[in-house]
């Protein structure tokens, strides 16, 4: 190959898919100014992920999502197993997986454009609905980067379920449901039900109880490669399979989610090590605020 050769090669613009829910006045604003720096530097395709676009076939180098970590858990639903390298924009509050501000991103951009930041792979998770009624209703595949979580609908009376893993009956929760998380999901919901933080690149998965009735009922940490099953025992209560917030499915008695890992994994260019993270998101080494007298 001669160096002109290389030259050009070399020159071959980037594809970039811009995804952002756009009934959202600050991510409409953020890409109307800078959506054409994103555009002088590669080659372009915008998606409002305000509905459901279908971008699982579009062939990509980069998924650059601007909003919160929502529109990362659309966006990954959006793309389905066309699980291209997400670069996440925080146009937000908190946001774990929207790593880069605004700013942080445009001065990052020649530097992931050209390969230099290489995603991280995260594992994901796959669960698998098998209603109590198999004539009435199909099995059914979700796939998530979160959590799957089998909870109570309503606030008047609490859920019974079974946990099993790999074959062994493990113990009964009753209460307001259960959550199974990734390492990356542990920051999630299931945080905020007690369980514990997991670094991204953990190989295992959490089992934290909603509210359990019994409190003996603790979050426990299994192996990446186990199979978990949630039965539904009786319920007074409705309940449903929710997958990252993004996809609810209503369960009845007798129905089982089993959850492992999945076939496919969820890339993140990454801004921060994850020690900074928590120490900036979760204001760690804060001193405490006591107020005046």
């Keep these: 190959m001669t160096q002109s050769n290389k030259k050009a090669k070399r020159e071959v613009p980037r594809r970039v898919l811009i995804l952002g829910d756009l009934r959202n006045k600050m991510v409409a604003k953020t890409l109307r100014t800078i959506a054409h720096s994103i555009r002088e530097n590669a080659d372009t395709v915008q998606f409002d992920i305000s509905g459901k676009p279908d971008i699982s076939r579009e062939s990509a180098d980069f998924a650059f999502v601007f909003g919160g970590d929502g529109s990362i858990l659309r966006a990954v639903q959006l793309l389905r197993e066309n699980q291209i390298p997400i670069v996440g924009v925080n146009v937000g509050r908190l ?3 929207t790593e880069f501000s605004v700013k942080e991103f445009l001065e990052a951009l020649p530097e992931i454009l050209s390969g230099r ?4 792979e995260r594992l994901m998770i796959c669960a698998t609905l098998h209603p109590a009624r ?3 209703r199909k099995n059914r595949i979700f796939y998530a980067v979160n959590e799957a979580t089998v909870s109570r609908v309503g606030f008047l009376s609490m859920v019974r379920i079974r946990l099993s893993i790999d074959g062994s009956s493990i113990t009964s929760y ?5 959550i199974i998380a990734t390492p990356t999901g542990s920051t999630a919901y299931s945080l905020s039900c007690g369980g514990p933080i997991l670094l991204p690149g953990t190989d295992a998965l959490v089992v934290t109880p909603i509210n359990p009735h019994t409190l003996t009922n603790r979050p426990l940490v299994v192996p990446a490669s186990s199979e978990i099953v949630l039965e539904i025992l009786s319920q007074r209560q409705e309940a449903a399979l929710s997958i990252d917030g993004q996809i609810n499915v209503a369960l009845t008695e007798g129905d089982l ?3 492992k890992r999945a076939d496919r994994v969820f890339r993140l260019v990454e801004n921060y090590l994850f020690y900074l993270t928590l120490r900036q998101k979760l204001n760690w080494g ?3 605020n006591y107020g005046k007298d």
């Design 174 to 178: 009753s209460g307001d449901g259960a």
């Design 117 to 120: 930041r290489a995603p991280s």
């Design 134 to 136: 198999p004539r009435r």
């Design 257 to 259: 989610v089993s959850i």
């Design 95 to 97: 946001g774990f997986l």
């Design 286 to 288: 804060g001193t405490p």
